[in-house]
C-alpha cells in the first residue's frame, strides 16, 4: 500500500466511521448534499490539477503511490479531492454541532475578508504570472469579493473552524511535502510559486485549501435547503 493512499484513508477512516453516530450528529444524513458538494468542487480541482501537473508546476514521486493513474493524476491524488475535503467538512460542522453559536461579528467577518482580499491583490501583482500563486490567489480574491456580495453566513463561521481544519491539513501536507520522511511524495516547481515554505509547505497550500473547501460548504448548505436537510443553524 502507498504512504499516498494510507495518508488519505487515515484522514477518511475516523470521520466516516462517526458518520453513522445516530444519537448527535447524524451526519450520514447529510450525505446527499456533502458528497455532491464534494463532486462538484472536485471536479474543478482535478481539472486545475491535470492541467499543472501536465505543464510541470508540481508532480508526484512514484515511490508514494501505487503506480495506478487517471487522466495523468495517480489515483490517491484523485482520492485526495474525496478523502481530505470529507474530513475537513466534517470537522467544520462536528466542530458547530457542539459550539453553536460560535462565529465572528459580521462587522470583524467583514474587516477580515477586506483585509485578506487585499493581501491577496499585493500577492498576486507581485508574484505575477508565477501560475500556482497567480490562480490560487485569484480564487481566493474572487471567493472574498463574492462573500462581501452576498454577506455569507457561512463565513464567521468558517474562519474559525479554518483554522482548526488547518492543524491535520498541515500535517497530512507536511508528511506529503517531505516532512518527517526521506523525500517528497507531492513536489513543486518553485519558479511558479512564492517559494516561501511552512515547514516543508508552499505557503500557497493554505489558500489553496480554503479555495477547495469553502466553496463546498456554500454548495451544502445550499443542498441542504434544497433537499429539506435540518442540520446547525447559520447566523
Known amino acids: 500500500?502507498?504512504?499516498?493512499?494510507?495518508?488519505?484513508?487515515?484522514?477518511?477512516?475516523?470521520?466516516?466511521?462517526?458518520?453513522?453516530?445516530?444519537?448527535?450528529?447524524?451526519?450520514?444524513?447529510?450525505?446527499?448534499?456533502?458528497?455532491?458538494?464534494?463532486?462538484?468542487v472536485g471536479i474543478f480541482f482535478i481539472f486545475w490539477d491535470i492541467i499543472f501537473t501536465q505543464q510541470g508546476i508540481w508532480g508526484f514521486n512514484p515511490d508514494y503511490h501505487l503506480g495506478l493513474?487517471?487522466?495523468?493524476?495517480?489515483?490517491?491524488?484523485?482520492?485526495?479531492?474525496?478523502?481530505?475535503?470529507?474530513?475537513?467538512?466534517?470537522?467544520?460542522?462536528?466542530?458547530?454541532?457542539?459550539?453553536?453559536?460560535?462565529?465572528?461579528?459580521?462587522?470583524?467577518?467583514?474587516?477580515?475578508s477586506i483585509g485578506l482580499m487585499l493581501i491577496a491583490i499585493l500577492v498576486l501583482l507581485y508574484a505575477f504570472p508565477k501560475k500556482y500563486t497567480t490562480v490560487t490567489f485569484s480564487v481566493f480574491i474572487l471567493l472574498m469579493a463574492f462573500s462581501l456580495w452576498k454577506k455569507s453566513p457561512v463565513l464567521p463561521q468558517f474562519f474559525i473552524t479554518f483554522s482548526i481544519i488547518l492543524i491535520p491539513f498541515f500535517l497530512v501536507n507536511g508528511i506529503l511535502t517531505g516532512s518527517f520522511i526521506e523525500n517528497e511524495v507531492v513536489w513543486y516547481n518553485n519558479d511558479e510559486n512564492l517559494n516561501i515554505r511552512l515547514f516543508t509547505i508552499p505557503v500557497e497550500d493554505a489558500v489553496y485549501a480554503f479555495n477547495m473547501l469553502y466553496p463546498a460548504i456554500l454548495l451544502i448548505e445550499f443542498f441542504k435547503k434544497k433537499f429539506n436537510i435540518k442540520t446547525v443553524a447559520l447566523g
Do not use: Q
Not at 477518511?12 to 458518520?19: E, K, R
Open 69 to 112: 493513474n487517471l487522466w495523468g493524476l495517480p489515483i490517491e491524488e484523485i482520492l485526495f479531492f474525496i478523502c481530505i475535503p470529507y474530513a475537513s467538512i466534517f470537522t467544520h460542522y462536528a466542530f458547530l454541532y457542539f459550539f453553536e453559536n460560535t462565529k465572528l461579528s459580521d462587522k470583524l467577518t467583514k474587516y477580515i
Open 1 to 40: 500500500m502507498s504512504l499516498y493512499l494510507i495518508l488519505n484513508i487515515a484522514s477518511f477512516i475516523v470521520p466516516f466511521a462517526y458518520s453513522f453516530e445516530k444519537t448527535r450528529m447524524h451526519y450520514i444524513k447529510w450525505w446527499k448534499a456533502v458528497f455532491l458538494s464534494i463532486f462538484i
